[in-house]
């Protein structure tokens, strides 16, 4: 027996370690270890936080210290100036011979005006937030330090120094919210503020986009980017002439710069499917086994079939060839796609049914919203539809894309700020040549960010996890999960346990609840469960946030139903009911009763310092909404005091995310400006990300040693080993940006031609545009004549099918197969085009507005077929990587022959087009 137990403890010591796992062993109290009254019962051993550093420790930051130091001391000299005298300070500074030289006069009358306007006064780490934004670089500042109100400084200076503000977000919800923040400020100073949000008509955007500074989400103006170059009025576009030039302040920065930048922009056309192929397909996939038909690489998120699942499925479509080009396309696609919806792609983590079962709706992976009317690419989204059971949709045709990389990198003032980029900071300035600064915070960190607990199973982990929701009550408990149908698990969980919980997710029934949710779940008892809180942009206040109840209280008391699902603070009292139904009344009168209307006043009457000129019904409802506000603070002040004695704000993930940067955004929501808190996560070895990247190895080191699933793995090396399985995750994302980034480096260059070209034929005066496709004619005759190498019947042939009023004998044939073809033709051609045009007046400009947008079409089709091209290209280039050369090299090569021939083809083709109708 003790030979025995000498050579397996011999074998474990050699075995374990190359597993990553050397003792398997709990160091810590069961996951319910934290005390309902007494926080610091919980050992020194699990803390991990340490005091924020001074404000200019670090040489980033120290750079600043004068300047800081000259704002502080011009605050004094603009506190004493009036308000009229205070815009008049900072217009002035415009004229000034060099704006940029006026940094700190600006940024103090940004500060006093931020206070005369919001009732706050900018801490000296937003100020230093702000500089390092001027500077363009990433301003990494943590959650709840106020970036929001920190943008004023860079934005303010950009318009000093003579251009726009765009100012970019994640979201509608917080562009609207941020912008409403804020307006009141800019607007006293002199600056307009604009508004882009998904549901405007293109004359409303026209006027947000001339404002002096504009708050849009990353997608709303990559878009407009991409339709204001398919439109065909110089009307119909809507973004500045100068929109490169303005300065793009990105926040959550390393979300839409890294993240989201996996996937371009694509604006794409409705084409006629067969959605017959599609349901055979769909069939034919659910017939199909993995390993013996199809292989899956769940680390690219993609499906290869065997030889033998070519053969089966030839053999079941009884065709000679998958890739056989019949009937409109191969079935190639259909069963790849089938099958990739079958094992990639999960409802309720990747996509969701809408509201009415009748489509898919894509789930967003980082906010956890569902993208109503976005669609996959290249057939994908109707294989989901046919898995579904759903009546498959029309395909999509890419007529217009670009990556978030390609477009942010073309304006001349970039900056960003986020709570987590340290991580990516060598992609961030290897991509875009932006650095990453890391601004102190105003209070220490107070939070305590405990080691994961790793179990056997997703149940034991969930398990635990509820338990330790129990064992912490009535402390405000935030759960994020990874994918909607978590979050529903877990919710149910916790109902069953008795426990009362609220859910954020993508599901429509609670993505309307999300300001209400937010805003309580701060108090004491609450349990919140959300999918992807990282992403949502919001402040969890400890004790539950007055000022936000206070608004929804008033909305809803205006649009009807006040009481409807809302659990306020506490009754608010006949007084201040009739208060609020007196401003109702007078907003009534007013005429403003649409949704959007009352939201947009409660959100002014809530935020902005009251103005002389203000109308009577928003000064009523001013003063109602304060009168509520203090109700509800009343009650939470005193709930405030409760939570931060029994540890603030609990934060426990379910799953690591992708990134460690989206698990420190997560841990984020907890412990904001001092406040106490603490983060765990309950993991698995059973989770995805595990599992893809050698989980189960370790999970069969459980099972040999007979660990039992409610035993909770903290061993160092356990957390190390995952951490490791999360960086592999990041170098493979990383990889797959990379190589989306190379190979759109090749399409941008082209793509920027093409818009370039396009926007002259777009905006060219009259007299230019005769020149210019005067030009476009003498070039189809330089094509002519290279390609028909001194045969002149061919030459005649040719000029004759683009220029009609040339053929039948018109040119001398003596003259076109010498060496002086090329310039005869090119002033006969320009006598054909002359005529053509017609005589200066309506009808030469008749002749220009048909010309004109024969024109624009051609070029999009022929692009839009390039595009398709430029696609099936990287497919074969990919596969020439098998054969060891550079896909990129080849496709760069290979492109630029594609776009050499696309020039060619387009003029071509509309010259033809215009010299024929």
Known sequence: RAAMQSLLATYVLLLLPT?????????????????????????????????????????????????????????????????????????????????????????????????????????????????????????????????????????????????????????????????????????????????????MKEEERKIQYQKDVVYVTNSELGFDYLRDHLSYTAEGCVMPDAWRKRFCLVDEADSIFIDEA????????????????????????????????????????????????????????KVESLFEVKDGGSWAGYVVNAVK????????????????????????????????????????????????????GSQSRVIAKVTFQSFFKMFDRLSGMTGTAVSSAGELERVYGLEVVEVPTALPLARRDYPDVVFKTRNAADNALINEVLGVTPRPVLVGTTSVAQSERIASALTSAGVRCEVLNAEASNAGREAEIVAQAGRSGRVTVATNMAGRGTDIKLG?????????????????????????PCEVGTDVEGLVDAAVNAMKKAGITAEKDVEDLVVTACDATEAEDDPSHLTAM??????????????????????LAIGGLYVMGTNRHESVRVDMQLRGRSGRQGDPGSSRFFLSFEDDMVKVFGGDKMAKMLDVFRVSEDMPVEAKQVVEALDNVQRRVEEEYEEVREGVLGFDEVLDGQRQVIYQDRMEVLNAPAAEFDELFSQWAAGVVDDIVDGSKGDGDKVSGLIGQFFPVLAGGVLDPAQLGGKGAREYLKVAVGEAVAAKMGEQGEARDKWRKTARYLLLVSLDNAFQDHLGNMDSLIESVTLRGYRGLDPKVEYQQDGFELFKGLQGTLRRNSVYSIMNQ
């Not at 007055?546 to 909305?555: D, L, N, Q």
Request: aromatic fraction near 8%; charged fraction near 25%; hydrophobic fraction near 40%.
């Open 19 to 199: 597993l990553l796992i050397p003792y398997i062993t709990s160091f810590a109290p069961p996951p319910s270890f934290m005390s309902r009254n007494n926080v610091a019962a919980v050992p020194a051993l699990f803390a991990t936080a340490t005091p924020s550093s001074p404000l200019f420790e670090t040489r980033a930051m120290k750079k600043h210290e004068g300047t800081l130091s000259s704002i502080n001391s011009l605050e004094a000299k603009v506190e004493d100036l009036s308000d009229s005298d205070l815009v008049s300070l900072l217009s002035s500074l415009r004229s000034k011979p060099d704006p940029s030289k006026e940094l700190e006069t600006t940024f103090a009358v940004a500060r006093e005006a931020a206070w005369r306007t919001l009732q706050l006064r900018p801490y000296d780490v937003q100020v230093l937030g702000g500089l390092t934004l001027h500077s363009s670089k990433v301003c990494q500042m943590a959650t709840g330090e106020g970036k929001t109100l920190t943008t004023i400084f860079p934005a303010l200076q950009a318009w000093v120094e003579g251009r726009g503000s765009f100012i970019v977000t994640t979201n509608d919800y917080l562009a609207k919210r941020d912008a409403g923040i804020l307006r009141p400020a800019f607007e006293f100073l002199g600056l307009s503020v604009g508004l882009i949000q998904t549901d």
């Open 262 to 317: 996996r996937t371009p922009l694509i604006i794409s056309k409705s084409v006629e499917t067969d959605g017959q192929k599609f349901n055979t397909a769909t069939t034919l996939a659910n017939a199909l086994q993995p390993g013996i038909h199809y292989d899956v690489d769940l680390k690219k998120k993609n499906v290869i079939l065997t030889e033998a699942g070519y053969e089966d499925c030839q053999r079941a479509l």
């Open 341 to 392: 919806a079958k094992e990639l792609f999960k409802v309720g983590v990747d996509y969701q049914a809408s509201a009415d079962g009748s489509t898919v709706d894509i789930i967003d992976p980082f906010s956890g919203r569902a993208l109503v009317g976005r669609k996959y690419a290249d057939g994908l989204h109707q294989a989901v539809e046919s898995k579904e059971g759903m009546s498959v």
């Open 544 to 568: 539950g946030d007055a000022s936000a109840m206070a608004k929804i209280y008033a909305k809803r008391r205006v649009v009807g139903g006040a009481e409807d699902g809302a659990e306020y």
């Open 622 to 643: 001013r003063e109602a909404v304060a009168a509520v506000r203090d109700k509800f603070d009343e009650v939470l002040k005193a709930e405030k005091e409760e939570v």
